[in-house]
């Protein structure tokens, strides 16, 4: 999501990888991803910006999931 939110379009990912990767990204809106990148660029260091990253992508995968 942060990716997305800062612009990025294009993704590296392995072959293996693609199916899930296009599905997490059709799952997400780019107005979503725009209001992730925000918060993360308000926040004060690192190891906040990864917790919350990684707490975002927990609710995203279970709700892609279920």
Same mark, same amino acid.
């Given at each position: 999501?942060?990716l997305?939110?800062?612009?990025?379009?294009?993704?590296?990912?392995?072959? +293996? +990888?693609?199916?899930?990767?296009?599905?997490?990204?059709?799952?997400?809106?780019?107005?979503?991803?725009? +209001?992730? #990148?925000?918060r #993360?660029?308000?926040?004060?260091s +690192?190891?906040?910006?990864? #917790?919350?990253?990684?707490?975002?992508?927990?609710?995203?995968?279970?709700?892609?999931? #279920?």
């Amino acid at each position: 999501q942060l990716l997305l939110g800062l612009g990025l379009r294009q993704l590296s990912v392995p072959a +293996a +990888a693609i199916p899930e990767i296009k599905q997490v990204v059709r799952s997400v809106s780019v107005a979503d991803c725009q +209001a992730v #990148a925000a918060r #993360a660029l308000e926040m004060n260091s +690192a190891r906040e910006v990864k #917790a919350f990253l990684r707490d975002q992508m927990r609710r995203l995968l279970a709700e892609t999931v #279920a």
